[in-house]
């Protein structure tokens, strides 16, 4: 079991920043991959920024030049700095982690998502 925990989102202004911070437990040492994700209302989920499983850092061309995604691997916890806020940034922000465990078969993937934290930006 992986549990993800999201903190730091709020209400802000267009123009200014947030941090959002990911905080995962439980089997951590399962955890391949980690990335944000978000959803604005009646729409569906996207990749904001993801580490792949190589290392490399994949962004959302719309928060390209904007957006930060950051990691510690000693504390399990991802972070994402968020800076020149945009109200079509307005959306919920998830954390998503991929755990690879094995099995008798082989091995399985898993998802596991945090709750998600509201980061709304007004014009």
């Known amino acids: 079991q992986v549990e993800l925990v999201e903190s730091g989102g709020g209400l802000v202004q267009a123009g200014g920043s947030l941090r959002l911070t990911c905080v995962a437990s439980?089997?951590?040492?399962?955890?391949?991959?980690m990335g944000w994700y978000r959803q604005p209302l009646g729409k569906q989920r996207e990749l904001v920024a993801s580490?792949?499983?190589?290392?490399?850092?994949n962004y959302a061309d719309s928060v390209k030049g904007r957006f930060t995604v950051s990691r510690d691997n000693a504390k399990n916890t991802l972070y994402l700095q968020m800076n020149s806020l945009k109200p079509e940034d307005t959306a919920g922000y998830y954390c998503?982690?991929?755990?690879?465990?094995?099995?008798?078969?082989?091995?399985?993937?898993?998802?596991?998502w945090g709750q998600g934290t509201q980061v709304t930006v007004s014009s």
């Open positions: 998503n982690a991929v755990a690879r465990i094995a099995i008798i078969e082989g091995w399985n993937e898993l998802n596991y």
């Open positions: 439980g089997k951590t040492l399962s955890i391949n991959r």
């Open positions: 580490f792949t499983s190589g290392g490399s850092i």
